[in-house]
C-alpha cells in the first residue's frame, strides 16, 4: 500500500489552508494596478469561471485595479502554457489560470511543458471529489459498493466524465486502492457528458460515478443521486450528511485545486504583489460572495507550499498511471 500512503500524505496537503488572508484587509489599499488574466481553455467552463470570479472579487474589493481577461483554447492546456512561456518577457503582467490537468496531461505527454517551466504563484480553490450513486440504487455507502464489488467486481462498474486516465478515473481508482482492492480490477467506464453517465447510472449499467463534489451536490440537490463518499478531510457544509471516504475506512483524499501561474522569470517584486492581492483576497466580502455563488472551497497554497503539493501529487498520480498502464 505504498501508493496509498504517499497519496494520502500528498493529497492531504491541498486540503490544508495556508494563512487564509494574513492581517484583515479592511482600508481598500490597491495591491495591484492591473492583472490580465490568461484562460487555457474555452468560455463557460471551470477555468474561465476560477479567473473571472477571482477577478471580479479582487477588483471589486479594490485590491486590484483592473481586470481583463483572455480564452485560449488548444492542446488540453497546452497552447496557453506555451503562449505564456514563449512570451515570457512581455506577459509579466498575466496570470494564468489552471488546475489538476497541468499535472496530468503533462505526465502522459499532451504537451511538452509542466508546472516546474512556469513561475508558481498560488493555489487558490479547490473542489472535492465524490462518489455517488442512482435516488433508487440499493447501495448507500461505500461499504455498500465495495461488498457489491467483491460479489461481483464486472458487473460493478464506476463510470465518470473523463476519459481512462482521467480524473474520474484515477479518483475511482485511488478509492478503491484505499480500500484494499486492486484498482487494475475496477472496471471503469468513460462518458463524455453528465447526462449519458447520469442515464446509465440510473438504468443500472454503472454502479456508482466518480465526479466533482460541486456537480454531485447539485444533483443529488435536484434528488437524483445519493453521495455515497466526499475525498475531503472532514464535511463538507455544502452536503453535511455526505460521508468522507476516511469517516467509512478509506484513508484518502483528493481535491482538484485550481490556482495561478505566472511567465518564467517573473520579477519578485511582481510576484509578492500578485500573491499579497490573492491572500487579502480571502478577507473580503467581495471573494466570500462569489466563493458562495460558485461552491467552491478555500485552498490556499502559496509559493514554496503549492511546489511542494505540486510535486507531491505529480508523484501519486504518475505512480497511479503507471499501474493502472497509462504511463
Known sequence: MKTLAMGRRALLGAAMAFGL????????????DSIHFLIP???????DGT????????????LVGTAS????????GGKAIGYLIENADSNHGTLMVNSTPIVIRSLTGVFPHNFRDLTLVAGTIGDYAAMVVGKDSPINSMEDLLAAYDA???STAIGGGSVPGGMDHLVAAMVMEAAGKDALGVKYIPYDAGGKAMAALLS?????LSTGFSEAVDLANAGEVKIIGVTAPERVDAAPDAMTMKEQGIDTEFVNWRGFFGAPGLPEDKLAMYQDALAKMYDTPEWETV??????????????????FLEDQE?????LMKKLGFL
Open 21 to 32: 488572508g494574513g492581517t484583515a484587509f479592511a482600508d481598500g489599499h490597491q495591491v495591484v
Open 291 to 308: 466563493r458562495a455563488r460558485n461552491g467552491w472551497v478555500n485552498i490556499h497554497n502559496n509559493g514554496d507550499e503549492f511546489k511542494a
Open 204 to 208: 443500472g449499467e454503472i454502479a456508482a
Open 51 to 62: 479567473a473571472r470570479g477571482t477577478g471580479e472579487a479582487l477588483t471589486n474589493a479594490g
Open 152 to 154: 461481483d467486481p464486472n
Open 69 to 76: 481577461f483572455e480564452n485560449m483554447s488548444g492542446g488540453g
Open 315 to 319: 508523484q501519486v498520480i504518475g505512480d
Open 41 to 47: 481553455g474555452g468560455a463557460g467552463g471551470g477555468w
